[in-house]
């Protein structure tokens, strides 16, 4: 839905787009698409139209304000490891700023099942490698982030502190569900940065 908002976009300081993958195929797999459908292509059309429209449009309006750009978001799953250079390597020649990886988190709900979201030495060896290739693409145009700091080597919640005297909350808007739902229609979610932790079940709890 990018293209319907291009204008109302381009002056906004930062996007970020949660893309998760570097091919249709992976694409679809994570997003529950079927086959068929062609969305990936779309999804980066529309960035790279957004990237373009931003340059053009504010520097002939002169702005002044900072601008950070596009980021090709990427949460880690044991299915897209694969394609982070591949990710990495569109983000930038599409015009990105960045890329943003972080692992996936497994939300409360499924915490103890078979869904819950573990990876493997092989997994964190892939990872490895595919980071190692990726930062060799990151200069002055474009850089290589990753959420390192709130997990361990695993890949797993790592908390470094014995307080916490607030949580980062983050607001999410995204399209309806509903086909039939109004044009302008959208939801907006808060998504808690500590989801997936055993004791912060309450807040799920309050928020649904």
């Not at 139209?49 to 090709?72: C, E, F, Q, T, V």
């Amino acid at each position: 839905m990018i293209d319907n908002y291009v204008d109302s976009l381009s002056q906004c300081t930062w996007v970020g787009v949660s893309v998760d993958a570097g091919s249709s195929q992976t694409f679809n797999q994570l997003k529950g698409l079927p086959p068929e459908k062609n969305m990936f292509e779309h999804v980066i059309e529309n960035m790279a139209l957004l990237i373009d429209y931003a340059k053009r449009h504010n520097a002939m309006l002169g702005m002044k304000h900072p601008s950070y750009g596009m980021s090709y978001k990427y949460l880690l799953y044991k299915d897209n490891i694969g394609e982070i250079y591949q990710s990495a390597k569109l983000a930038k020649e599409i015009g990105c700023k960045h890329i943003h990886f972080r692992p996936a988190g497994t939300t409360w709900d499924k915490l103890g099942t078979e869904q819950e979201i573990a990876f493997s030495k092989e997994d964190i060896a892939l990872y490895q490698e595919q980071i190692s290739k990726t930062l060799e693409l990151d200069d002055e145009t474009f850089s290589v982030y990753g959420v390192t700091h709130k997990f361990s080597s695993q890949f797993e919640v790592a908390n470094y502190f014995a307080k916490c005297y607030a949580i980062f909350m983050t607001a999410v808007i995204e399209p309806p569900s509903a086909k039939d739902s109004p044009e302008d229609a959208f939801i907006m979610g808060l998504c808690c940065d500590r989801r997936g932790m055993k004791n912060w079940n309450w807040l799920a709890t309050v928020l649904m």
